[in-house]
């Protein structure tokens, strides 16, 4: 049974490019029923032209589990969207929001910021094509644009399209001078703008992205009016932090999750993935984190790391990694 993706998204994990593949996505899931779950950006090309449809591959335990597509051509990418759709996911995401030069080559990403009525176009084809949510997310602008102009305007162009729902990473993208990973943390971020947009345009269910690293900053975001809180790199570096307790906190229902309990229920999983030829690193990258901050987490990050590179390792190598691992109880 699918999840309403909209009231999912009062917190999220945001699409990271080479961490949020189906195997992360599976280690939260488990941490939190309700959290909304993106997918690695796929390219609209790489689906309609590439026929990669590898890429959409999912387990029916991620529900709600959102597709996120890069692409500008707006026929292109209602095709892809109706590849996810098909496929069963429960919203198609837009990425208007991604700085890399790979991404501004393919004419899509944060450079779409300068271009709304492209986005626009897209946005109205994408929703022609499915029937579940299309959604969008976008800087507060890119270069020397000026914030306070461009993403009201910006707003305005997607919300006739029929988009009613977004999610701001409340800094601009420096296309030229700054790497991708120098676009996450320079330039300033304004949450005040976004807070603004919230007002400005009340029937669009807002959420914040960008340097939101709790859920106490997370619930701060929601008390003052918006609609969520999308977390990206702390969720997936100390995702028991983020996700554990994301249910009864931010959702008000279920109870904190165990993190020990989710390494013993990742086993059939594992065993899963081993018996159709994958390897054992494949998922536990993804599970690192989990101890973060905890007694046992350096052993822990130790004994996975490599342990789960040789070949043939099995669940085994997650519950040797354990033994050095306190309890909750201990904690």
């Known amino acids: 049974m699918k999840n309403n ?86 919203e198609i995401n837009l990425n208007c929001g991604c700085p890399s030069d790979r991404v501004q080559s393919g004419t899509f990403g944060a450079v779409l910021m300068k271009e709304p009525g492209r986005v626009a176009e897209c946005v109205s084809a994408m929703r022609d094509a499915v029937d579940v949510e299309v959604t969008v997310k976008c800087r507060i602008g890119v270069d020397d644009q000026d914030p306070e102009e461009v993403l009201p305007a910006f707003l305005e162009h997607i919300r006739a399209a029929g988009c009613a729902r977004v999610t701001i990473h409340a800094r601009k993208a420096w296309l030229k001078g700054l790497s991708p990973k120098e676009n996450r943390d320079i330039p300033p971020l304004d949450y ?104 046992g987490a350096r052993a822990w990050r130790r004994v996975l790391s490599e342990g789960a590179v040789h070949e043939g390792a099995g669940p085994e190598v997650m519950l040797q990694a354990l033994e050095g691992v306190a309890p909750l109880a201990e904690v």
């Open 192 to 295: 005040d703008l976004v807070h603004r947009m919230k007002g400005a345009f009340p029937d669009l269910h807002i959420s914040i992205n960008g340097g939101i690293t709790s859920l106490e900053q997370a619930r701060t975001h929601l008390d003052a009016g918006l609609d969520g809180v999308m977390i990206g790199r702390a969720a997936y570096h100390q995702p028991t932090d983020i996700l554990a307790e994301a249910d009864p906190l931010i959702f008000g229902t279920g109870k904190a999750a165990d993190p020990i309990e989710v390494v013993h229920k990742m086993v059939p999983y594992v065993e899963a993935h081993l018996a159709a030829g994958g390897r054992l690193h494949q998922i536990t990258r993804h599970m690192l984190g989990l101890f973060a901050g905890r007694p």
């Open 5 to 90: 993706a909209q009231k999912a998204a009062r917190l999220s994990v945001a699409p990271m490019m080479d961490w949020t593949d189906r195997h992360c996505r599976y280690v939260h899931r488990l941490l939190s029923g309700q959290t909304l779950l993106y997918t690695e950006m796929v390219t609209a090309p790489a689906l309609v032209r590439g026929g990669a449809m590898h890429l959409l591959d999912f387990s029916p335990e991620e529900h709600p589990v959102a597709l996120q597509l890069g692409g500008s051509d707006p026929q292109e990418l209602a095709q892809a969207a109706r590849f996810g759709s098909d496929a069963g996911y429960d």
